[in-house]
């Protein structure tokens, strides 16, 4: 059996974004239920033992959690390639400093649109000003360390894509540049968690589709050497699904704030799963026995058309989580697949919601009267007692 390269640490699913479109499970872990420092550093140790390369601090905001240098050190002892996965919100220029002589690798900051109005009604909250500040200190230790030869903090900037702001996607991606980050990763909304909760405002139309494919390509072709630009398309308008998760128990691991060591973020949703807990095993019994990491690895589980299909290796089925949920079976195939004998399910979708354009006016209307005029639009995600 293959080790994992990744693993995905959700700190905490505390947050003071509401995210629209945040994958986070719909039922949160409590801080009272989250796992201690030294918890998370024996993970670690054992996830480097294990052979994972990367380490993803998510979460939940994982700035929620103030001994997060500490963890971010014991990443660097274990020698594991760290990545910060953030908001920016509760990062001052001192705890950046502290992150980075911990020895964080990289940082991943997310932004929810190209200016203050649109970007706070997203996240639910007054974020964006602090992420451009923020940003700009991210510059100021890239060209510190540039100068004194030092260990360089990578740079990614994160951009999820919906129907309410795919339509400023040039703008967005022009205020991106600004910031001078090493790549830009344009990842459309997946339908899980809040996200799937708001399907209906989020789901983009073909045609804003096909615009943003041609703006990314402008931007990847102008911008090549400079900046690299990864997109995550959506899957209910593509042919084939992804193959999720690189495949079930193939390269990645996943442990909530509680513990639990899941196959990816969203299987908690799948209904009779036993999800093994780093409190009670080892990290490599769990990757090597846990029943949840073996129920959909290799290919012994799939249902035709997947069973004999050419493309099983590359795709692995698609989801199971997203089987699942749309179509209350784990092991059918993933229903993005036009092959797969419930893919109306996705026609309808695409058909039912995907016809109408953005909120009008979005683009120049402020924080406050974008939430006034969409009161009950959709649902903001809460936050974990
Ligand atoms: S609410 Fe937003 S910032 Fe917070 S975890 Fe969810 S997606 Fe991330
Ligand atoms: S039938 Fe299964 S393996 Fe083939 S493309 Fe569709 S989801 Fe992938």
């Known amino acids: 059996m293959p080790n994992p390269l990744a693993l995905i640490a959700e700190i905490t699913h505390r947050c003071p974004l509401h995210c629209v479109y945040c994958s986070n499970p719909l039922e949160l872990t409590s801080r009272n239920e989250e796992l201690a420092t030294a918890d998370w550093l024996r993970i670690f140790a054992e996830a480097a033992a294990l052979g994972v390369l990367h380490l993803h601090l998510t979460g939940g905001e994982p700035l929620a959690r103030p001994d997060l240098a500490e963890m971010i050190e014991g990443a660097r002892q274990s020698r594991l390639y760290t990545n910060l996965i953030t908001s920016g919100v509760g990062l001052s220029r001192e705890r950046l400093a502290q992150f980075v002589e911990a020895g964080l690798d990289h940082i991943q900051l997310s932004f929810q649109d190209s200016s203050g109005g649109p970007a706070n009604w997203i996240a639910g ?6 992420k451009l ?14 100068q004194t030869g030092e260990r360089r903090i990578a740079f990614t900037v994160n951009l999820v894509v919906h129907r309410q702001n795919i339509d400023h996607l040039e703008e967005m991606i022009a205020a991106l540049e600004a910031l001078h980050p090493d790549r830009m990763e344009i990842a459309h909304a997946q339908y899980y968690g809040w996200a799937l909760q708001n399907r209906s405002a989020l789901l983009p139309t073909r045609a804003q ?19 690299r630009i990864d997109m995550v398309v959506p899957d209910y308008h593509a042919r084939f699904p992804k193959a999720c998760m ?7 691991l996943l442990i909530d704030p509680a513990g639990r060591a899941l196959p990816c973020h969203a299987a908690g949703v799948i209904p009779g799963m036993f999800f093994d807990n780093v409190r009670d095993h080892p990290l490599a019994w769990i990757w090597q026995n846990s029943a949840a990491f073996q129920k959909f690895r290799g290919e012994a589980w799939m249902p035709e058309p997947c069973r004999s299909c050419e493309r099983r ?47 009008p006016a979005a683009r120049e209307a402020s924080f406050h009267a974008l939430q006034e005029n969409t009161a009950g639009f959709w649902s903001y995600r809460t936050d974990p007692k």
């Open 125 to 130: 909250a007054r974020a964006h000003a602090h």
């Open 133 to 146: 500040e923020l940003a700009a200190w991210i510059r100021e230790h890239q060209i510190r360390e540039q």
């Open 209 to 227: 589709l096909d615009r943003a494919v041609a703006v990314v390509a402008a931007a990847e072709e102008r911008l090549r050497g400079k900046v």
């Open 246 to 252: 690189g495949g079930w128990g193939r390269q990645l």
């Open 313 to 359: 290796q590359e795709d692995f089925g698609g989801c199971r989580c997203q089987a699942f949920l749309l179509t209350g079976d784990a092991s059918a195939t993933d229903p993005v697949c036009e092959l797969a004998p419930l893919h109306h399910l996705i026609e309808d979708a695409v058909r039912e919601h995907a016809t109408a354009g953005p909120v």
